[in-house]
C-alpha cells in the first residue's frame, strides 16, 4: 500500500487530480443518505461505452444518484465532460479490504454495475457481504486472459461465483466466463452496447467545423495511438505524402502524458506539426496532432478514412466501432484481442482493412485516397455492421432494471 500510495503521488506530478484524491483511493469518498446506482469504469473507453447506458438510466429516473468510477484522471474528466452535474465522480478505491469497505460503508449502493473487464476480487467479495448485487455489463473475456485465469482456477473460482449477472458480448466470452467458474445461470449474451454508438447532434456540428479548418485535402486519422505506432504511423504517412502531397495526418495519442513526445518525434522526423491544444491552424500542417481530451470521435468525424490504435502492436486494439458509426474506411492493425467479437463482425460485413505493418497501412491509405468509390463503399458496409448489430443497449438497461 504505501508503494502504490507514493506511486500516485509521483505521478501527481503531471496530473494534480491524483494527489488531491488519495483519500477516494482509500475509500474516504462522501456519505450518502439515499439510493446509489454505482456505476464502474476503467477509463476513457468505457466511459464512452458506459455513455449511452448512463443516460438510458437517467431517464428512467430510478429515484436513485448515478455514482461513476474510473481507475485514471482521464476517465473522470471524461465523464464530468458527458454528464456535468446530472451524475456524482469519485475515483474507484484500490482493491484491499479495507478501501473497498470504507468505500461500500459511505456509498451503501443499490448495485455494483462493472464495465467490461474489471474484475478485482475485493471489490467483488465485499459487495457480495454487503449483499450489493454486482453485474458486470458488456463482459469481454479473450481467450488469452481465460487461459491465464484457469491458471489460478482455484482462486478465481470463488471470486467469479460471487458475480450476480454478466451481459457478455458474445457467446464466446459467456463460454470463457463459464470456464472460469461463473454460474450458467448468471451468464446472459447481450451484444455489446459499443454497437449502439450515439453521435450527437452537437458532435456532428463540432466536426462539420473543424473539418472547415482542416481544410478541402485528403485527411486521414489514426485515433488511439501508442508508443511503438507513432514511429511507423509517421512513416506510413511519409509514403502517404509521395503520392498524395496536401495529405494531412491527425494523430490522437491514447494517453495525455504523451502528448508533447509525439509532437517533438513528428518535429524530428521533419514534419510540419501544428498542436490542436494550442489552436495551432493546422492549413499547412502535414500533421495535425489532437492533444485535447474528448474530442476524438468528433476527429474521427471530420476525417477521411480512420486507423484504430493499439493494433500494430501487441496492446489489443481500441474500439473500431467510433470511426465506423461514421460511414467512413477503418483500418486496423493485426492486434486486435481485445476487440475480438467486433472484428469478426466488422470482416465478416467486409467493412475494414487489416494490415500487418506500417508499411501496409501506407500503402491502403495512398490507395483509398486515390479511390473514392472503393473508399465511400467500405465506410457504408462498416456503418452498416454497427446498425445490424444494434440493439444490446436496450437489453442491458432492461436487465439491471429487472434486476434492480
Not at 450515439?198 to 456532428?204: A, K, L, S, Y
Not at 495511438?225 to 491514447?254: F, K, M, N, W, Y
Not at 492549413?283 to 496532432?289: R, T
Not at 493485426?334 to 463482425?345: K, L, W
Request: hydrophobic share 45%.
Amino acid at each position: 500500500m504505501p508503494l502504490v500510495l507514493a506511486r500516485f503521488w509521483w505521478q501527481g506530478r503531471h496530473a494534480p487530480a491524483l494527489r488531491q484524491n488519495l483519500g477516494q483511493r482509500l475509500g474516504l469518498v462522501q456519505c450518502y443518505s439515499q439510493p446509489v446506482i454505482w456505476v464502474h469504469t476503467a477509463s476513457v473507453g468505457e466511459v464512452i461505452a458506459a455513455g449511452p447506458m448512463i443516460r438510458r438510466l437517467l431517464d428512467r429516473k430510478l429515484e436513485a444518484r448515478i455514482l461513476v468510477t474510473a481507475m485514471t484522471d482521464t476517465g473522470l474528466a471524461q465523464a464530468r465532460k458527458m454528464f456535468g452535474d446530472d451524475v456524482d465522480y469519485s475515483y474507484v478505491p484500490l482493491d484491499t479490504p479495507g478501501s473497498v469497505r470504507r468505500f461500500l460503508g459511505r456509498v451503501t449502493p443499490k448495485v455494483a454495475v462493472v464495465l467490461e473487464t474489471e474484475i478485482w476480487p475485493n471489490l467483488i467479495t465485499q459487495c457480495y457481504r454487503k449483499q450489493v448485487p454486482v453485474f458486470l455489463i458488456n463482459a469481454r473475456l479473450s481467450e488469452r486472459s481465460a487461459r491465464g485465469y484457469e491458471r489460478v482456477r482455484g482462486l478465481v473460482r470463488p471470486v467469479m461465483q460471487k458475480i450476480t449477472w454478466i451481459a457478455a458480448q458474445a457467446e464466446k466470452d459467456a463460454e470463457r466466463f463459464r470456464r472460469i467458474g461463473v454460474a450458467p445461470a448468471s451468464v446472459e449474451v447481450t451484444g455489446s452496447v459499443k454497437f449502439d454508438v450515439d453521435i450527437t447532434e452537437g458532435i456532428r456540428e463540432s466536426a462539420r467545423q473543424c473539418r472547415q479548418i482542416l481544410g478541402a485535402r485528403p485527411v486521414w486519422v489514426a485515433g488511439s495511438t501508442h508508443a511503438g505506432e507513432d514511429e511507423q504511423l509517421l512513416e506510413a504517412h511519409r509514403a502517404v505524402l509521395g503520392q498524395h502531397p496536401q495529405a494531412l495526418l491527425v494523430i490522437v495519442p491514447r494517453h495525455p502524458d504523451r502528448f508533447g513526445s509525439v509532437a517533438e518525434l513528428a518535429v524530428k522526423a521533419g514534419f510540419t506539426v501544428a498542436r490542436r491544444s494550442l489552436q495551432q491552424d493546422p492549413a499547412h500542417a502535414q500533421v495535425y496532432l489532437g492533444d485535447t481530451m474528448g474530442e476524438l470521435m468528433m476527429l474521427y468525424g471530420a476525417g477521411d478514412m480512420a486507423f484504430v490504435g493499439g493494433s500494430l502492436i501487441e496492446r489489443g486494439g481500441h474500439n473500431p466501432l467510433e470511426p465506423a458509426a461514421w460511414g467512413i474506411p477503418v483500418l486496423s492493425g493485426p492486434h486486435v484481442f481485445n476487440f475480438e467479437t467486433v472484428y469478426e463482425r466488422l470482416r465478416a460485413g467486409e467493412g475494414v482493412v487489416m494490415v500487418q505493418s506500417g508499411d501496409e497501412l501506407g500503402q491502403a491509405v495512398v490507395r483509398l485516397m486515390a479511390t473514392r468509390e472503393e473508399r465511400q463503399a467500405l465506410g457504408e458496409r462498416a456503418l452498416a455492421v454497427v446498425n445490424k448489430n444494434r440493439g444490446a443497449l436496450d437489453r442491458v438497461v432492461e436487465g439491471i432494471v429487472e434486476r434492480l
